[in-house]
């Protein structure tokens, strides 16, 4: 399958850049996945991609070759819909080979492979229904197979479970993995959802105001953050942050803040760190254990109250406040906590990340 490559890719509506100067390398049978928040530019690239949309300045290659200036049917390009765009008249059959009737394929041919599709997605007994009469799974299910039977190396998909419920959601999701090892293709799939991109990605490409924050694998992004917005996008419930200030104490780093003196990892890039020595520290909900009573040799600890307890079953999330900044807890349910203790939890130097507080870069 060909390696997708953005060089300098740059979108404007008017007079408004959207997506700023893209640079990106997807190799060869890679799942990518683009992450961000509405509005960050994730659909506009995947339509300049399968060429919905003109691309203002750059390039998008395929395997070296530009492919920015072809219509979107000679890109060797599918397409999944986020709202599906079936033809409600039509039955299943007839919109999963509507493509390849346009282009004129053999019959013969355009029934093998509708058929072959219909089959690994469990589509068989629906083939003669409208898509008034399916489900919204099933609705998912056909706009997907109309894709793929278009054979096309490279596979893009806009949301595709953004409108089923959240249990489907679920379920679909864990039927897309399944379908991934069945196919052969390149496949970027865009959603806002962060649990979608790392349960999914290969690669997850992390956008905010269309600019590409972090390109990595899903352990990348969320053991070694590029910055506060990656840091607080990966992961639910959302790293805590808090302000803090660096002081080499002894020879040791410690970061000073509201109620709590912790001792950090050295760093590596110890000459990044702000002169003025103003940070933020970043501590995953998982990373505050709770400190046991009375043992006072336990290091890093911070005493919190707590406002809310969210029992979620063998988990629970506990709320607490610092400075009016929400900082949340997870801990193991048979702890009972509830809303009213003050609890001293501890952190290890390893789980504190640490960000400069202007730029919001990570120091490493
Ligand atoms: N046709 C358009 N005309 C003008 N602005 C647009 C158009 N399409 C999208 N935009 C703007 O481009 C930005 C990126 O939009 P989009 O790619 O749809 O975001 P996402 O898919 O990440 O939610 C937004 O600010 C949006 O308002
Ligand atoms: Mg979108």
């Known amino acids: ?119 690994m997605l469990g589509l068989k007994p629906l083939l003669h229904r409208k898509p008034g009469q399916l489900s919204g799974g099933q609705r998912q299910r056909v706009a997907m197979g109309r894709a793929l039977v278009r054979d096309s190396s490279t596979l893009l998909m806009d949301e595709p479970l953004s409108n089923l419920d959240a249990k489907l959601r679920v379920q679909m999701r864990a039927e897309l993995a399944i379908m991934r090892e069945k196919i052969d293709k390149n496949i970027i799939y865009v959603t806002h959802d962060q649990v979608e991109a790392m349960t999914l990605g290969d ?35 959302p790293m805590n942050f808090m302000d803090a200030m660096l002081v080499e104490e002894s020879g040791s780093l410690m970061a000073n803040g509201e109620g709590f003196s912790f001792q950090l990892n ?5 000459h990044h760190l702000p002169a003025s020595g103003e940070v933020i520290l970043g501590i995953r909900p998982s990373a505050l254990t709770p400190a046991l ?17 969210e029992y979620a079953g063998a988990l629970s999330v506990l709320i607490s406040e610092i400075k009016g900044s929400r900082v949340s807890i997870e801990v193991d349910s048979k702890n009972n906590f509830k809303a009213g203790d003050n609890i001293k939890f501890s952190v290890k130097p390893s789980d504190v990340y640490v960000f400069d507080r202007n730029t919001e870069l990570a120091i490493y």
Do not use: W
């Open 293 to 309: 009573a009375g043992d006072d040799s336990i290091e890093n600890t911070l005493t919190l109250p707590i406002k809310i307890c």
């Open 1 to 119: 399958m060909p390696v997708i490559t953005f060089k300098g890719l740059k979108k404007s509506y008017g007079p408004v850049e959207v997506i700023h100067d893209i640079d990106l390398v997807m190799e060869d049978n890679e799942f990518t996945v683009f992450v961000g928040p509405s509005g960050c530019g994730k659909s506009t690239t995947l339509r300049m991609v399968a060429g919905l949309e003109s691309v203002t300045a750059g390039q998008i290659l395929m395997d070296g070759k530009e492919i920015s200036h072809l219509e979107p049917i000679d890109r060797d390009i599918a397409m999944v819909f986020q709202d599906y765009a079936l033809y409600p008249h039509m039955n299943v059959e007839k919109n999963m080979s509507f493509g390849l009737r346009l282009a004129k394929y053999p019959k013969a041919e355009i029934s093998k492979r509708v058929n072959s599709v219909a089959d």
């Open 266 to 270: 050295t760093l590596k890039n110890k």
């Open 203 to 237: 690669r997850i490409v992390v956008m905010q105001d269309g600019y590409i924050q972090q390109h990595g694998t899903p352990q990348q992004l969320f053991e070694t953050p590029a910055n506060k917005f990656v840091a607080g996008f990966m992961g639910m419930p």
